[in-house]
């Protein structure tokens, strides 16, 4: 230990908060979910099957100022994700965790589909049932 040498600590860059305009449209996608709950997450904004701790898609800026979210996919889905590039990619944590970038150029109706199979994916077969499925 050196004793009098000052040390420069580099500041931490600031995650942004997410822009109303996106919140506004992924609350009404989330929103129309049965028991789909918003609550706030350790950054950004999360939404949850109501009585569950199982996330159906968490939103938030990065350190990079870029938004992304994140939700969960069918398995055989995962390694296309990976795969696709920008904006989707797969998380690092979850085996079914993937994401996208969410900026001015995000395709909505898609974001919409997936975000309903990640509540699908998340939530009781008595929830499942409720949803209007987009057909393949």
């Given at each position: 230990?050196?004793?009098?040498?000052?040390?420069?600590?580099?500041?931490?860059?600031?995650?942004?908060?997410?822009?109303?305009?996106?919140?506004?449209?992924?609350?009404?996608?989330?929103?129309?979910?049965?028991?789909?709950?918003?609550?706030?997450?350790?950054?950004?904004?999360?939404?949850r099957?109501?009585?569950?701790?199982?996330?159906?898609?968490?939103?938030?800026?990065?350190?990079?100022?870029?938004?992304?979210?994140?939700?969960?996919?069918?398995?055989?889905?995962?390694?296309?994700?990976?795969?696709l590039?920008?904006?989707y990619?797969?998380?690092?944590?979850?085996?079914?965790?993937?994401?996208?970038?969410?900026?001015?150029?995000?395709?909505?109706?898609?974001?919409?589909?997936?975000?309903?199979?990640?509540?699908?994916?998340?939530?009781?077969?008595?929830?499942?049932?409720?949803?209007?499925?987009?057909?393949?």
């Amino acid at each position: 230990m050196v004793v009098g040498v000052l040390w420069e600590i580099a500041p931490v860059p600031q995650r942004p908060d997410v822009p109303g305009d996106y919140l506004a449209r992924l609350r009404a996608i989330l929103g129309r979910l049965p028991e789909c709950r918003e609550d706030e997450a350790w950054t950004g904004v999360r939404w949850r099957v109501a009585g569950t701790t199982a996330t159906v898609a968490h939103v938030f800026g990065g350190e990079d100022q870029l938004f992304r979210i994140v939700f969960r996919a069918e398995l055989d889905e995962v390694m296309a994700f990976q795969h696709l590039g920008a904006p989707y990619f797969k998380s690092e944590w979850g085996t079914n965790v993937v994401g996208m970038l969410v900026d001015d150029d995000t395709d909505w109706e898609e974001l919409a589909e997936l975000l309903t199979e990640s509540f699908c994916l998340q939530a009781p077969q008595r929830l499942v049932d409720l949803v209007n499925r987009p057909t393949a």
